[in-house]
């Protein structure tokens, strides 16, 4: 039987988390479902949004919140049969974007929750955008599994903030870099059994091999989501 599904994902925020979301559905749908030929795989609309970002304060969120729902509608109006956010900050934004569409969204958010909670972890550290951080999204949907959640102070947050961005500007800040990494040690140091990169640019920041897969990515975690819900029965 002809698969039906169709999945909108909005993205641009940045673009080069989107490409690597992309990069990451086609891998998860050879590997997991057998993928070979153009007809296989996902049937995908990709509307990528050039919003300005809040990815350090809000004053942009209702600009951006305008664009974002007229993207949500023309996914809608295109066909898709569920809708995604290539971003985890804008994810504070899901709930409002919800009321304008009929269509369900697949929450990154509560996708990751239901990662950890499969793993049993019960202190897990999170970076990701400062917006992200104040925002409480993760803490709240982690609460409902009993995990305790260690968050960055403001120093540690202005580091992941010139890491997102040099992500997005293509810079490559070595020192920064080793900055960054500190800061992923020091989570552990605290406590972490793992730790969220709660921002779709992080995954791309640096190589996470030499932490033995202690680290969750957020843009793999919502591109086996969509794949799931492709190929599901």
Not at 9 to 37: D, L, M, R, W
Not at 165 to 170: E, P, T, Y
Request: positive net charge; aromatic residues 8%.
């Amino acid at each position: 039987m002809k698969n039906i599904k169709k999945i909108g994902i909005i993205g641009g925020v940045g673009p080069q988390s989107t490409n690597f979301i992309y990069k990451k559905i086609i891998e998860f749908s050879q590997a997991k479902y057998g993928a070979k030929n153009n007809d296989d795989f996902p049937y995908l609309i990709f509307e990528s949004l050039p919003i300005p970002d809040f990815i350090g304060n809000k004053k942009q969120v209702p600009k951006a919140k305008e664009m974002l729902i007229k993207s949500a509608k023309i996914l809608e109006a295109a066909g898709a049969t569920k809708l995604a956010i290539g971003s985890n900050t804008v994810h504070l934004l899901i709930q409002e974007l919800q009321k304008h569409v009929k269509t369900d969204f697949i929450s990154v958010i509560e996708e990751v929750g239901k990662k950890i909670s499969k793993q049993k972890i019960k202190t897990v550290g999170l970076f990701g955008s400062p917006v992200l951080i104040q925002s409480g999204l993760y803490e709240k949907e982690l609460k409902k599994y009993g995990v305790n959640v260690i968050l960055p102070n403001s120093k540690q947050l202005e580091i992941s903030e010139s890491i997102i961005r040099d992500v997005l500007a293509g810079v490559n800040n070595l020192f920064l870099k080793k900055e960054y990494i500190s800061l992923l040690h020091s989570m552990y140091d605290y406590g972490a059994e793992n730790i969220i990169l709660g921002c779709t640019e992080l995954p791309q920041a640096i190589n996470y091999e030499a932490l033995n897969g202690k680290t969750i990515d957020s843009d793999e975690v919502l591109a086996e989501a969509i794949v799931d819900y492709y190929y599901a029965k």
